[in-house]
């Protein structure tokens, strides 16, 4: 069984929130997960879902492209309804995107399979589904495989779902935290997927959430759509949208604590927990990226405006130039700064200073003088980090992303075969 793929660890506050060695989505009070092989792809398993033994709260956000495949616009016309969900099936290997009206009623007839096995209302049913674009899903061994997946459906079933979800993904993605709300512990977990056609705006990734928290559909929603600009939309491996991604969230509720609202004297607490959650896959997720060998970090401060400081860091931790250099241990700073240039953000050449690791290669805009072996080794590690100062005001803003590799296009030459 394949090790759970991790980022560097991240600054948490102990004293909030716990995070846990041997993370699971089945975790939180209520949930139940399994994965299997029904014959979609040729080996690995391809089939997976999470059931929750109450309808949960939901919460969801799903991809910017045009092409948005057709298991999303199925989800979030259910979402719709009453924003609960009670189960959230998931395949992987087609994508069933850019798969016209046949495509549509297969997701439909994806989400009635589930329904009725579950014996629940359609729209209380989530679909997903990732992989080749273009290529529908064979429903045949989809629809053979959900009464079996059902049967399996268990606490200890979370690897089976993790492994289920995969395309290029070299591990699975697992994180959990647990807190304390009003005197009673609460757990947030979560499992995606994602290694490669990875940019910012919720786009190449699938992400599940799940939670026994007690909290509203629209509280949730908000949050998560705060969060997600925060975390998921601040990852790059190579600059494609996708066509399939989303995240989703569940909340069971059955912490019995009072509900979560803003006003809520825990509710920071419980926002820093669901923003580590979020910004843990984000990272994993970045680490992943198709032929990745590092993770790349960069910070972006001192800039006139949020969106501004956003702008520069997605623009240098997207740019192929810098990748490449951070895969070849060159501290090659005009990389960085001719990013940031074109990036959008506002800025002044005269203050920017950059850093590589600790070391400063660039003050007020001109090169600094640096021990250059220094640069190169904090380039050659698995967490790289790059600091850009805009000298300009107080926000700031971290992205993620990878460096790029031979094997990105190897691996992607040959997707289809």
């Known amino acids: 069984m394949d090790s759970t793929l991790c980022a560097e660890p991240l600054q948490e506050n102990a004293h909030y929130y716990t995070k846990i060695a041997n993370p699971m989505i089945t975790s939180p009070r209520g949930f139940t997960a399994a994965g299997l092989h029904a014959g979609i792809k040729r080996k690995r398993k391809d089939l997976g879902l999470i059931c929750c033994e109450v309808p949960a709260a939901a919460a969801a956000v799903y991809t910017t492209n045009a092409f948005q495949a057709a298991p999303l616009m199925v989800t979030q016309e259910g979402m719709e309804v009453e924003g609960r969900m009670q189960a959230l099936l998931v395949n992987s290997g087609k994508a069933n995107a850019c798969t016209g009206e046949a495509g549509l009623q297969d997701a439909y007839q994806m989400r009635e399979s589930a329904a009725v096995a579950l014996g629940l209302p359609e729209h209380q049913v989530g679909i997903a589904s990732t992989g080749v674009i273009g290529e529908r899903i064979p429903m045949g061994p989809l629809t053979r495989g959900v009464p ?117 004297t825990d509710w920071l607490v419980f926002k820093d927990a669901f923003t580590f959650v979020s910004q843990e896959l984000a990272r994993m997720i970045a680490r992943d990226g198709e032929g990745a060998t590092r993770l790349v970090e960069v910070e972006v401060k001192g800039a006139s405006t949020l969106e501004g400081a956003r702008q520069a860091a997605k623009a240098i931790v997207g740019s192929s130039l810098v990748k490449t250099a951070v895969y070849g241990a060159d501290p090659n700073w005009g990389r960085i700064l001719s990013a940031v240039g074109y990036s959008g953000a506002a800025v002044n050449p005269a203050q920017i200073q950059v850093t590589i690791g600790e070391v400063i290669v660039v003050d007020g805009g001109q090169p600094a003088l640096y021990d250059e072996e220094l640069a190169r080794r904090a380039l050659d590690q698995p967490l790289v980090h790059i600091g850009v100062d805009l000298g300009l005001g107080t926000a700031s803003a971290t992205a993620w992303g990878c460096d790029l590799t031979y094997d990105y296009v190897r691996i992607n030459a040959s997707y289809r075969t």
Request: charged share 20%; with cysteine; proline share 3%.
């Open 148 to 264: 079996e997946l059902i049967e399996q459906l268990s606490k200890e079933g979370s690897d089976d779902f993790c492994h289920a979800i995969l395309t290029t993904d070299t591990g699975i993605k697992t994180v959990e935290v647990r807190l304390t709300i009003d005197g009673k512990e609460v757990r947030i977990s979560g499992a995606a997927k994602g290694s490669g056609m990875i940019h910012p705006n919720m786009a190449t990734m699938l992400a599940f959430v799940t939670t026994d928290a007690v909290i509203e559909p629209s509280v949730l929603q908000g949050l998560l759509r705060e969060v997600t600009d925060e975390t998921y939309n601040m990852i790059t491996v190579d600059g494609d949208s996708s066509t399939n991604d989303m995240v989703a969230v569940m909340a069971s509720g059955l912490s019995n604590h009072q509900p979560l609202t803003r006003e809520h």
